[in-house]
């Protein structure tokens, strides 16, 4: 079966810092990737997807994401930490011949000004 | 905005009770997902419905079932409640069933069994 792992359950980052969270799959195939963020009292929504195509990807609102064969890793970047980016973030993954997705526990994302 | 809507978006209910929670998917989406996310399990895949059938299957308890209308739209039923069954339930949906398309999630219904 599938797992995430994402390293961290919180992260607190200054405003304007790198965030980095980390996420580590086992697959025994190619998998989908997909990167997730929860804000307070709302569903998921995507912030970006790996599909075997580039493996920087890039996303919305700043983020962007590399996928690493090597290191079964799809870790999630941003340069420069906003406010506004307070939310939890999940990495999912899907296989190839599957549909359901496999998240990951979450990271909960603190920016302090 | 997700296009995708669910209600009631909460509900209270005492255990053993049974509850019906639904979920409209965006306009043209054929498949519908429903996901589970508690403190303890985390986010967790229930069942998956394309046009009408099941395709795929999770941590579904027996207690839970689904169904997808001919309209699309889906159900999620569950019954004789536990306390453990307090949750935030989302529904998603995507384009086609077997494809790598993005699921869009709804805004989740917050069930609290007392």
């Known amino acids: 079966a599938q797992s995430v792992t994402q390293l961290g359950s919180h992260v607190s980052v200054s405003e304007g810092a790198l965030v980095l969270l980390r996420c580590n799959y086992s697959?025994?195939?190619?998998?989908?990737l997909f990167w997730y963020v929860q804000y307070p009292n709302q569903g998921l929504q995507l912030l970006l997807k790996?599909?075997?195509?580039?493996?920087l990807v890039k996303g919305i609102n700043g983020f962007e994401a590399e996928f690493k064969k090597s290191e079964t890793s799809f870790h999630l970047t941003k340069p420069s930490a906003h406010m506004s980016d307070a939310a939890e973030y999940f990495c999912?993954?899907?296989?190839?011949?599957?549909?359901?997705?496999?998240f990951g526990g979450g990271t909960r994302v603190l920016v302090k000004p | 905005d997700s296009g995708v809507t669910q209600t009631p978006k909460h509900l209270i209910t005492a255990t053993g009770q049974r509850v019906t929670l639904r979920c409209s998917p965006r306009?043209?989406?054929?498949?519908v997902y429903w996901y589970q996310q508690s403190l303890d399990q985390g986010l967790q895949f229930l069942i998956q419905?394309?046009?009408?059938?099941?395709?795929a299957k999770g941590n579904i308890l027996e207690r839970f079932s689904a169904q997808q209308f001919p309209d699309l739209h889906s159900e999620l039923n569950l019954s004789s409640l536990e306390l453990g069954d307090s949750a935030l339930y989302f529904c998603?949906?995507?384009?086609?069933?077997?494809?790598?398309?993005?699921?869009?999630f709804g805004p989740g219904t917050r069930l609290t069994v007392t």
């Open positions: 998603a949906s995507s384009v086609e069933g077997g494809s790598v398309y993005e699921q869009y």
């Open positions: 697959s025994s195939v190619p998998p989908y």
């Open positions: 790996y599909t075997s195509a580039a493996t």
């Open positions: 999912a993954v899907r296989e190839a011949a599957g549909n359901k997705l496999t």
């Open positions: 306009s043209g989406d054929l498949s």
């Open positions: 419905y394309y046009n009408g059938e099941e395709r």
